[in-house]
């Protein structure tokens, strides 16, 4: 029983028959436009009159209806007054059927109000007029035989009571009926929804694409700008020369990484930002120098024709290669890091090959351990690749060695 009585008790019962007066409210502009066929046939009957105008009354309504302003605004209100959880319409405009929905929406949200204004107004004007007899009322209420005159006793007290009851059971109904009509009429159609899916898609895509060239592009200087300022401060008394060898390596790499990190800011804001920072195979000599500087021990076997991999393909491989030798800096077990890449008439070999601990596979060496761990190094490279039409690997190769590989196809590249 008290579940039944909630509803009447609740704020948002009554923030809903107000949003329904709302509707009913700003439809009365529109009437007097409805009347004017009335006055071109003054002779017409007063039920054909009455029925015109309320025709026309409708049609002027589901016209307004029509404008996107409408359907935004219907939106907001509803959000607001009847705490339905809406979303913003499509950027696009609907079509065929679903453009006739928001009219539809209207027509009903200005009937409901109409209706509740009207018997709720009456019901409260019943329940405060008998028990007092206010206005000097001589009219009474006749049902079945049984009338109740205005200050009649007890039993207009009950019809009174009865009546304000009635008045919150009718606010009940219609803000549940605009509650449940809101998300079929105003929330997005299904032609909406795939609309605000693909959009959603591409704003992750866009995101993830510049998660991965954070991870790649930044997470490395920063690796090698550590792992550099860490030798300096090792060598700085024995050896002020690669101190400040190391120093001006950390200078680059902070340098890159500041590149790096306007462009993508400048995507995040959605504003014009510098061109992407391209780097190719053919700036892997540099990579190679900024890992040198950190105390790595590169050998580098480069083959084939490395320059005639271009566009995609020859940012991708880059970007393939920063994160294996990243990753060999930050969990390798120290000494050398062989790095290949051979650029055949199909096929683009990667390999970066490192040590590792025999005992539990992974790294021992100064980076284990100092560095912490997204876990999407190796996930956002296999799915660099796999985008690419390449083959991944990735895993111990003997009992010393951790070895990354890859094989992308040339003729995909653009």
């Given at each position: ?205 866009a995101r993830n694409r510049l998660a991965h060239e954070l ?7 920063l690796t090698a700008a550590t792992i550099q300022a860490a ?82 393909l020859s940012r991708a491989a880059y970007r393939i290669l ?93």
């Amino acid at each position: 029983m008290i579940r039944g009585i909630r509803p009447l008790l609740s704020g948002s019962t009554y923030a809903g028959m107000l949003f329904a007066y709302c509707g009913a409210l700003a439809s009365i502009p529109l009437l007097p436009f409805a009347m004017l066929p009335t006055l071109a046939w003054p002779s017409a009957p007063y039920g054909v009159q009455a029925a015109l105008t309320l025709l026309v009354w409708a049609v002027l309504i589901g016209v307004v209806g029509l404008a996107r302003t409408t359907r935004r605004a219907l939106i907001a209100f509803a959000r607001r007054l009847l705490r339905v959880p809406l979303p913003d319409p499509a950027p696009a405009a609907p079509t065929g059927a679903d453009r006739l929905r928001t009219p539809l929406w209207l027509l009903l949200h200005v009937a409901l109000g109409w209706t509740g204004a009207l018997v709720s107004g009456a019901l409260v004007l019943v329940g405060l007029t008998l028990p007092f007899g206010w206005f000097r009322a001589e009219a009474g209420l006749s049902l079945f035989g049984w009338s109740v005159r205005p200050g009649g006793g007890w039993q207009s007290w009950a019809v009174a009571l009865v009546s304000l009851l009635l008045a919150t059971v009718v606010c009940a109904v219609v803000a549940h009926a605009l509650r449940w009509l809101a998300p079929r009429l105003l929330g997005p159609s299904a032609a909406e929804r795939l609309a605000l899916a693909a959009e959603r898609e591409q704003r992750l895509a866009a995101r993830n694409r510049l998660a991965h060239e954070l991870h790649d592009s930044i997470g490395h200087t920063l690796t090698a700008a550590t792992i550099q300022a860490a030798v300096a401060g090792e060598v700085l008394a024995a050896d002020p020369v690669a101190a400040r060898a190391a120093l001006r390596s950390i200078e680059e790499s902070a340098r890159a990484a500041l590149e790096d990190l306007d462009y993508v800011l400048g995507a995040l804001r959605e504003e014009k930002s510098e061109p992407a920072p391209t780097r190719t195979l053919a700036d892997l000599p540099e990579l190679f120098d900024r890992l040198r500087h950190a105390g790595a021990v590169v050998e580098p076997e480069l083959s084939g024709d490395l320059a005639q991999v271009q566009g995609t393909l020859s940012r991708a491989a880059y970007r393939i290669l920063q994160e294996g030798l990243t990753n060999a800096l930050r969990y390798g077990a120290g000494g050398s890091i062989a790095v290949r890449a051979a650029a055949g008439p199909d096929v683009l070999a990667l390999d970066v090959v490192n040590r590792i601990d025999p005992e539990t596979n992974t790294g021992t060496g100064p980076g284990r351990g100092t560095f912490p761990t997204s876990g999407h190094g190796l996930p956002g490279l296999a799915e660099r690749v796999r985008l690419l039409h390449g083959e991944f690997e990735a895993g111990p190769d003997g009992p010393l060695h951790w070895r990354l590989a890859v094989r992308l196809p040339v003729r995909l590249s653009t």
